[in-house]
């Protein structure tokens, strides 16, 4: 009877679904690694354009979703440096999504991760919106990459959003042009434990990095500890 009972209640917690908090821990992890792998790329975001930018936002594993035809709905999270000139340490993570229906387009059926680089005050006061539209809201377009970009950087330094995909190994500039991006206020409640906005996490810096957060920013103070764009 006692082998009933526990192997039942192992097959009903199994089941169930993995906590809210536990579920935002988790995002935070695999945004760590999806940025840790991609800034290992050789030749994929050129160092200057990471030490130039104000804030990164990354999200890992965007999937179409059944509803529309190339519908899409990412989760992911924004970490800025400090300050109001942006030219301090990494801050905490703010949550944020990600949708549109051309994305969808994008992944062509596979599971993609997402990198932008806000490369500029503007951008990042867009982003810190209840919603932004990319591309009319914020002037975002598809990244450039490998060495041959350098030559080319301040062309894309105008530009307040430049975004980048992952797939299939297969890393590359893409266009995100007409997708939203808003931040998940439910996520940031869960990260912080009260109803925060993204403003206050990022620019008010009314929290401490959360300990699920704490590689994503270590990450990013070891590959650009200082903002070279001033």
Do not use: H
């Not at 988790?26 to 200057?48: F, H, M, S, T, Y």
């Not at 059944?66 to 924004?78: C, D, E, F, H, Q």
């Not at 990042?124 to 990244?143: H, I, Q």
């Amino acid at each position: 009877m006692r082998l009933i009972l526990a192997t039942g209640l192992s097959i009903l917690f199994a089941s169930m679904p993995v906590a809210a908090g536990d579920e935002e821990q988790e995002r935070l992890a695999n945004g760590a690694a999806v940025l840790e792998e991609i800034l290992k790329i050789p030749d994929a975001i050129p160092q200057e354009l990471i030490d130039k930018a104000e804030c990164v936002v990354v999200f890992p594993s965007v999937k179409k979703f059944a509803l529309g035809i190339g519908g899409s709905y990412g989760r992911g999270a924004m970490v800025c440096r400090a300050g109001n000139n942006f030219t301090g340490a990494w801050g905490p993570p703010a949550m944020y999504r990600l949708e549109g229906a051309n994305i969808g387009f994008q992944l062509g059926g596979q599971a993609t991760d997402f990198l932008l680089l806000v490369m500029n005050p503007k951008g990042a006061e867009s982003l810190l919106r209840s919603k932004v539209k990319l591309g009319a809201d914020a002037a975002a377009v598809a990244g450039p990459k490998g060495r041959a970009a350098a030559a080319a950087t301040d062309a894309y330094m105008r530009a307040e959003i430049l975004s980048y995909s992952r797939s299939r190994g297969l890393f590359a500039g893409v266009s995100l042009e007409g997708s939203t991006l808003r931040q998940d206020d439910n996520a940031n409640e869960e990260v912080y434990g009260r109803k925060i906005t993204a403003r206050e996490i990022v620019m008010d810096r009314k929290v401490a990095v959360p300990a699920g957060g704490g590689r994503l920013v270590g990450i990013l103070q070891k590959a650009s500890p200082q903002n070279l764009s001033r």
